[in-house]
């Protein structure tokens, strides 16, 4: 199942390390993603805080290692899909 | 979440640069740029410009960044509204917290780099710790001490950079905590927080001003207008060294942006505006003059607001212009007579209001005032000619305004091309000069003969040697004028310094005043003499007073000095650009005859000894004479 939010996360994921988003999976890491650094890892946070309007705490940002993670997290914080307004 | 418009722009994009549509992929990235400016938008905008990049004029920029906290998360957003701006940056940052050492040290990259612009962010805990953490430890209020030695250290920094390198440098002021530690005891006591901080910042102003290029961006103002509240992340400072949130990013970058654009000569000079629901809201040719609305109740204020920020750009030295769809004598006498109109018939330096196409009409008045496309920024409340422009004229800064009116005004303050960090005084006249100009040749319409409009123009013309005060503006002349220039030699104001002690090697500024008003140096004539020799190395007139004959009168000066002193030939040279069409018969006109042609360069040269460059009937010439050679008679 693909909710939207796992489509903007990869698209997320592609554009903060410049990779096709083709080559994404739930488990990509800083492992298998060459140009995951420290520093892109920053960026990566950024750019999900502005992009799902939430805050990690700096713990939470430690563990921000795979789309997987990231979704988890995410879904802890972010509304629920109905409180949502319609499009 | 991301929203279906900005999914739409991204595969718009994709479609158009498979089809080799830049121009449309360009004004796609632009859109999506303006709709979602963010961390991860920048990245998928750059990579598009970064396809597009043979394609399409982007003026380079290399920047430095000297920093004492992070600051790489702002450099891909940095880039991506650069680039929709025209402006392909590269952005070297230095080592975190180095910033001192490297300014310091005499080989560092920020010199070996030789960046355009350096910019210095230093955080107030960095650089004065003892105002932001010490004052827990040790309590208030400051010792006065300690802002004076912030700021010596910024001088020395300042002074040291200055002297090793040509950058443009811009200083961010120190930002303030949200909150004083002492709370609002701080503010009631001399030397609170709060105060020291301040202090620091008025000088770190007082100290920029001292050095040529040296501008100050008022980086605690910048977190004052976002909210210092928001501004602050505790979270990933102690993580990141990153002191704001990452909301604040992209305020950080428009502000560079601001400075940037102008450090660069990224400008626009005229700002091409339209009027219905632009200037006003209603439609001239429906709603008649009294029927618009413009002025201080509701639904006119934003349209005020907005003519007070588009005047304050011709205080600026940004010319106005007019291109609207409308017939001319109503619009006009909206403009004219509407009782609180703001910008009258008489601060535009030009108009088309016809029923034509608006790029024809940027065509127009671009070559109506002497200047490229790609120095017009247009505005219009019409969201489809702005995209036509967009895509027609690439070339042009195309403002973009929100669907409410009363965000235009801010629209035009935060253009990063309409910005200037300095306004020379020729700036600020020259939206004078060319209204003048207008009523010129309107003038000139109305005079039988051009004889007869020569003589109610009543110029009068001064050429003087090179001073120390006319250096600038002539190397300024040689290195804009492009038309009325013989040789397009161009210098700056030390090589013009410098040639003017070479042997043999005369400069003079040319000054013209008319019925109008002072017209202030609008030529320079330099020259080298040899034994009975004199060689014209550059011939130049503003264009702003081609066509009127002052070049006769720089001639018969010439002439004439040429004669007492007993020089037998004057030649110069014509080297032709694409642009100097109208200096190609100078020498020809006045007697001279054709040495030698070669290409784009011919050599004329005059025989002094009864050779006749008589002065126009209707120019007084004087000239300010150096002490070493007596007046002399020119009729």
């Given at each position: 199942m693909t909710s939207p939010i796992d489509n903007s996360l990869m698209r997320i994921f592609a554009d903060v390390f410049q990779?096709?988003?083709?080559?994404?999976?739930?488990?990509?890491s800083p492992e298998t993603i060459e140009s995951w650094d420290s520093l892109q890892h920053l960026n990566l946070v950024l750019a999900l805080e502005q992009e799902f309007s939430v805050q990690f705490t700096p713990d939470e940002i430690e563990k921000l290692v795979s789309p997987r993670l990231v979704s988890a997290l995410l879904a802890d914080k972010l509304p629920v899909p109905e409180a949502m307004p319609c499009q | 979440m991301t929203d279906a418009g900005a999914h739409e722009l991204r595969s718009e994009i994709e479609n158009c640069l498979r089809d080799n549509d830049w121009r449309r992929a360009r004004a796609a990235a632009t859109r999506l740029w303006q709709l979602r400016p963010s961390a991860a938008t920048a990245r998928h905008v750059i990579a598009c410009f970064e396809r597009m990049r043979e394609w399409i004029p982007l003026q380079k920029g290399r920047i430095g960044v000297l920093r004492?906290?992070?600051?790489?998360?702002?450099v891909p957003i940095l880039r991506a509204a650069a680039l929709t701006h025209g402006l392909d940056l590269t952005i070297q940052m230095g080592p975190l917290n180095a910033y001192a050492q490297q300014i310091l040290e005499q080989r560092d990259d920020i010199y070996t780099q030789t960046p355009d612009v350096v910019i210095i962010a230093v955080h107030t805990r960095d650089i004065a710790p003892e105002l932001w953490t010490g004052l827990h430890e040790?309590?208030?209020?400051?010792?006065?001490q300690q802002a004076e030695e912030v700021t010596a250290h910024f001088d020395t920094l300042i002074e040291t950079f200055r002297k090793q390198s040509n950058a443009t440098l811009l200083v961010h002021t120190l930002e303030k905590p949200?909150?004083?530690?002492?709370?609002?005891?701080?503010?009631?006591?001399?030397?609170?927080q709060i105060d020291a901080i301040e202090k620091i910042n008025l000088e770190l102003r007082n100290i920029a001003r001292r050095y040529r290029d040296v501008y100050v961006l008022d980086y605690d103002a910048l977190a004052g207008r976002f909210g210092r509240e928001r501004w602050t992340d505790e979270r990933l400072w102690l993580t990141?060294?990153?002191?704001?949130?990452?909301?604040?990013l992209l305020p950080v970058a428009d502000e560079w942006l601001q400075f940037l654009a102008p450090a660069l000569g990224r400008v626009s000079k005229v700002l091409v505006t339209d009027l219905?629901?632009?200037?006003?809201?209603?439609v001239i040719g429906e709603d008649g003059v009294d029927g618009i609305q413009v002025g201080s109740d509701y639904a006119g204020a934003p349209f005020l607001e907005l003519q007070r920020a588009i005047l304050g750009l011709r205080h600026r030295g940004i010319l106005l212009a007019i291109a609207s769809k409308n017939n001319r004598e109503e619009a006009y006498a909206a403009l004219a007579?509407?009782?609180?109109?703001?910008?009258?018939?008489?601060?535009?330096a030009a108009e088309r209001i016809n029923w034509e196409h608006k790029v024809h009409n940027l065509r127009a008045i671009a070559a109506e005032l002497n200047v490229?496309?790609?120095s017009l920024a247009f505005l219009d409340d019409n969201p489809v000619e702005r995209d036509l422009v967009r895509l027609e004229m690439p070339e042009v800064t195309v403002i973009e305004l929100p669907h409410?009116?009363?965000g235009y005004a801010q629209a035009i303050r935060c253009t990063p091309e309409l910005q200037r960090l300095r306004v020379s005084d020729e700036d600020v006249q020259r939206s004078r000069f060319y209204s003048e100009e207008r009523e010129r040749n309107d003038a000139r319409a109305n005079h039988q003969t051009l004889e007869s409009f020569y003589h109610w123009l009543e110029q009068k013309v001064d050429i003087a040697p090179l001073t120390e005060a006319t250096a600038a503006r002539l190397a300024q002349l040689t290195q804009k004028?492009?038309?009325?220039?013989?040789?397009?030699k161009r210098y700056t104001e030390q090589q013009i310094v410098e040639l003017a002690a070479s042997p043999g090697c005369e400069i003079f500024s040319v000054r013209a005043k008319d019925h109008f008003g002072d017209n202030g140096i609008v030529g320079v004539l330099i020259s080298r003499t040899f034994d009975e020799r004199c060689e014209i190395d550059s011939f130049i007139l503003s264009c702003?007073?081609?066509?009127?004959?002052i070049e006769t009168a720089m001639l018969t000066f010439l002439l004439e000095r040429c004669r007492t002193r007993g020089v037998r030939t004057v030649q110069g040279w014509i080297v032709a650009t694409p642009k100097n069409e109208p200096v190609r018969t100078l020498y020809e006109k006045h007697g001279f005859t054709c040495m030698s042609r070669e290409g784009g360069r011919s050599l004329w040269a005059l025989?002094?000894?009864?050779a006749k460059v008589p002065l126009p009937a209707w120019i007084e010439l004087t000239v300010t004479e150096d002490r070493t050679v007596g007046d002399f008679a020119y009729r």
């Open positions: 990779v096709p988003i083709e080559s994404i999976s739930a488990d990509s | 004492s906290f992070t600051l790489e998360p702002t040790k309590g208030g209020p400051a010792p006065p949200a909150r004083a530690f002492d709370g609002i005891l701080d503010d009631q006591r001399s030397n609170g990141a060294k990153l002191p704001m949130s990452p909301a604040a219905d629901n632009t200037l006003w809201k209603g007579r509407h009782p609180n109109m703001l910008l009258r018939p008489e601060h535009f490229g496309t790609d409410d009116a009363s004028t492009n038309q009325f220039n013989a040789t397009t702003r007073v081609i066509s009127r004959t025989e002094v000894d009864g």
